[in-house]
């Protein structure tokens, strides 16, 4: 299987502090990899410097084939972070539309994808009127404008209930299926099992980088949590 993205001994700093520690990993094109970990961990660094906007201090990530950041890369990659990154003055529709146009998509595509998250019935509704799950899913439709080679989703299902996290979480699958890579970060382990691979972070290194079933069997738990706490009291033993 290709690779999608190629991190290499990537030292990250914010704030005059080391957040990563030299990471190395592989992204398999068509999959979906989970990053995990606690709040702190580095996943949304890592992120932002897969999609090119993080100023690193040493080391190299290819995306698609290309060094992050590359202009040819801009219309290739989705990215949804944290913050919701539309415009609160324009109606769902009007956001998907505007981002769509940027892509050199069409309406039509801007109106798909409005109905793929689960946002027909707000399609006229101003942003600023939009609950905060709503909203997540507005800001998910305007990176999947364009049909995007990567989708980078940062947290992307907090705040949705468990019927709309579901049906999120089998559309990635869909879209990976058809070959779209997704890199998509949860502190939520009981999403980490609809992951093709899993990597755990835990304050700015990887502990674990595997299939779901191999990080249970390494751990000797059907529990994930419990797998990533085996996991770190060995290291801490080892240390």
Known sequence: MATAIEVRDLVVDRGHKEVLH??????????????????????????????????????????????????????????????????????????????????????????????????????????????????????????LVGSPELLVLDEPTVGQDPVLRDELWAMFRSMAEAGTTILVSSHVMDEANRCDRLVLLREGGIVADDTPRAVKDTAGTEDLDEAFLRIIREQREVA
């Open 22 to 143: 030299r990471i190395s990993l592989d992204v398999p094109a068509g999959s979906v990899t989970g990053l995990l970990g606690p709040s702190g961990s580095g996943k949304t660094t890592l992120m932002r410097a897969v999609v090119g906007v993080q100023i690193v201090r040493s080391g190299a990530v290819a995306v698609l084939g290309e060094p992050a950041g590359s202009r040819g890369l801009r219309h290739r990659i989705g990215y949804l972070t944290q913050a919701p990154s539309v415009y609160p003055d324009l109606t769902v529709t009007e956001n998907a539309r505007y981002f769509a146009a940027v892509c050199g998509a069409d309406d039509a595509s801007a109106d798909a994808v409005v109905d793929q998250v689960g946002l027909t019935g707000q399609a006229r509704q101003l942003v600023s009127t939009l609950s905060g799950g709503q909203l997540s899913r507005c800001s998910l439709a305007c990176a």
